[in-house]
C-alpha cells in the first residue's frame, strides 16, 4: 500500500464489447477515488453504465482499459475470489442458496477457510434487523428479508469495500425505506467505503456523500453530493 492511497481508486476505466455490427461501448474513461467512510452514489437512467461500472470494480468484468486501485494495489494483480471477499456485493436481487439463512452467511468465509461459531452468525442476523432467524429456510421469506440476509451475508466477509446495485429497487415501498435506513446504518456504523448505484435522486442524497452521474456510458457529473444535488 503507498502513502495516500485511496480505499478505491477507478483510473479511466472504459469496457468495449466486440459485436458482428462494430464494437459497443459500455462505458468509457470513468475515474473517481474513495477515502476511507466515504460513499459514492452512482446516478443514471438505465443503460448508462452503472451496473457495468460496479462489476467491473470487483472484476465480475474486467475493464477493456484502464485499472481499479484497492488500497493501492491494482485488483488485476489480485486473486478474484480474494478481491470480492474484500470488495462485496449486495446485487438489485437476494440471490440466496437454497437452505437456511444461517448457511447462507456463512458461506463467503468458509471459502476462505474462516468458520462463523453460531454466536457469530447469530450476531450478523440480528445487525440487519433478523434475530432468531438463522434457521429459517430462505424460502419462506419476503423480498425485504432476503435483501437483509443478503446483506448479512456480504457482511459476513468483512469487506473493506460494500458495492450495492440498486438494493432497494425490487422491493416494496415499505421495504425500500428499511432496507435503505438499515444499509446507510451499517455503512456509517462500520465507517464502511461503499459505491451505491441508484437511479432515485433523493436516495443519492439521503445516503452519498460523492456522486458520479453516468449517461451513455459517460461521465457527465463528479462532485459532492452537496454540489450536484443540493443545488
Known amino acids: 500500500m503507498t502513502t495516500n492511497a485511496a480505499v478505491l481508486e477507478a483510473r479511466n476505466l472504459s469496457r468495449t464489447l466486440d459485436q458482428p455490427g462494430g464494437p459497443k461501448s459500455l462505458l468509457r474513461n470513468i475515474g473517481f477515488r474513495l477515502d476511507q467512510g466515504q460513499v459514492l452514489a452512482v446516478l443514471g437512467p438505465s443503460g448508462a453504465g452503472k451496473s457495468t461500472l460496479l462489476r467491473m470494480l470487483n ?23 480474494n478481491l470480492r471477499r474484500r470488495v462485496g456485493m449486495v446485487m438489485q436481487q ?16 468458509a471459502q476462505h477457510g474462516i468458520i462463523l461459531n453460531d454466536s457469530q452468525v447469530a450476531d450478523l442476523i440480528q445487525q440487519v434487523g433478523m434475530a432468531g432467524y438463522q434457521d429459517r429456510d430462505v424460502a419462506t421469506l419476503s423480498g425485504g428479508e432476503a435483501q437483509r440476509i443478503s446483506i448479512a451475508r456480504a457482511l459476513a466477509n468483512q469487506p473493506e469495500v460494500l458495492l450495492l446495485d440498486e438494493p432497494t429497487s425490487a ?7 428499511e432496507i435503505e435506513r438499515l444499509l446507510a446504518t451499517l455503512v456509517r456504523e462500520r465507517n464502511m467505503t461503499c459505491v451505491w448505484v441508484t ?18 456510458g459517460q461521465a457527465v457529473g463528479f462532485g459532492t453530493s452537496q454540489e450536484l444535488l443540493h443545488a
Do not use: C, I, W
Open 59 to 81: 472484476r465480475l468484468d474486467e475493464p477493456s482499459s484502464g485499472a481499479v486501485l484497492l488500497q493501492g494495489a491494482d485488483t488485476r494483480e489480485m486473486d478474484p475470489r
Open 171 to 177: 422491493l416494496d415501498d415499505v421495504s425500500k425505506q
Open 94 to 109: 437476494a440471490y440466496l442458496f437454497p437452505g437456511a439463512a444461517a448457511a447462507n452467511v456463512r458461506y463467503g468465509p
Open 199 to 216: 437511479h432515485d435522486v433523493a436516495q443519492a442524497r439521503r445516503v452519498s456523500d460523492l456522486v458520479l452521474k453516468l449517461e451513455a
